[in-house]
T-cell receptor, first 111, second 111 residues
Framework: QKEVEQDPGPLSVPEGAIVSLNCTYS??????FMWYRQYSRKGPELLMY????GNKEDGRFTAQVDKSSKYISLFIRDSQPSDSATYLC???????????FGTGTRLKVLA | DTAVSQTPKYLVTQMGNDKSIKCEQN?????MYWYKQDSKKFLKIMFS???????INETVPNRFSPKSPDKAHLNLHINSLELGDSAVYFC??????????FGSGTRLTVV
């Protein structure tokens, strides 16, 4: 079993839809959780960063962490065609510099 | 000003050759990384340096050797290139656990 599992998609939604992206993990030591967005032929860019459990909101993006279920989510409200990209979750334990990445979910928002 | 810059962006080379990829960051971060992204978009850590000291050395063939002359630079040298080395190599930097800043990647093709 991989440490971090993420559905590769692709996920196609109409413009304006609410998108839900998810990752599950097996290592209960993970405390730092991140979401990255990667456009084709570009480097990943950090979207959201959360420490431990709870919710965090930034504009149209909301990150949720449920440590009891070992489950994290990224919600995108009012999705736009420009949101079409691969979304990668990443997580790390305290005291380590190493982030473990999910395989990424490819999202396509249709105009 | 590019925060994390890698050169070259593209590298096409024959099997058996030796090549280097260079990375520089101007963010003042203490920690730098090399990640490999395969054709399925999976990002896997290879090496990490913190203030010029090697802190992460994953199971990577000895043909790969990182070098950090100072905390703003991290280079990757690859000897005796093989077909399986074809991938996108990303450099990244971080200050503490709050996520990485990635470069735009070096697309290596071994023929």
């Amino acid at each position: 079993q991989k440490e971090v599992e993420q559905d590769p998609g692709p996920l196609s939604v109409p413009e304006g839809a609410i998108v839900s992206l998810n990752c599950t993990y097996s290592n209960s030591a993970f405390q730092y959780f991140m979401w990255y967005r990667q456009y084709s032929r570009k480097g990943p860019e950090l979207l959201m960063y959360t420490y431990s459990s709870g919710n965090k909101e930034d504009g149209r993006f909301t990150a949720q962490v449920d440590k009891s279920s070992k489950y994290i989510s990224l919600f995108i409200r009012d999705s736009q065609p420009s949101d079409s990209a691969t979304y990668l979750c990443a997580m790390s334990a305290t005291g380590t510099y190493k982030y473990i990445f999910g395989t990424g979910t490819r999202l396509k928002v249709l105009a | 000003d590019t925060a994390v810059s890698q050169t070259p962006k593209y590298l096409v080379t024959q099997m058996g050759n030796d090549k280097s990829i260079k990375c520089e960051q101007n963010l003042g971060h203490d920690t730098m990384y090399w990640y490999k992204q395969d054709s399925k978009k999976f990002l896997k850590i290879m090496f990490s340096y913190n203030n010029k000291e090697l802190i992460i050395n994953e199971t990577v063939p000895n043909r790969f050797s990182p070098k950090s002359p100072d905390k703003a630079h991290l280079n990757l040298h690859i000897n005796s290139l093989e077909l399986g080395d074809s991938a996108v190599y990303f450099c990244a930097s971080s200050q503490g656990p709050a996520g990485y800043t990635f470069g735009s990647g070096t697309r290596l093709t071994v023929v």
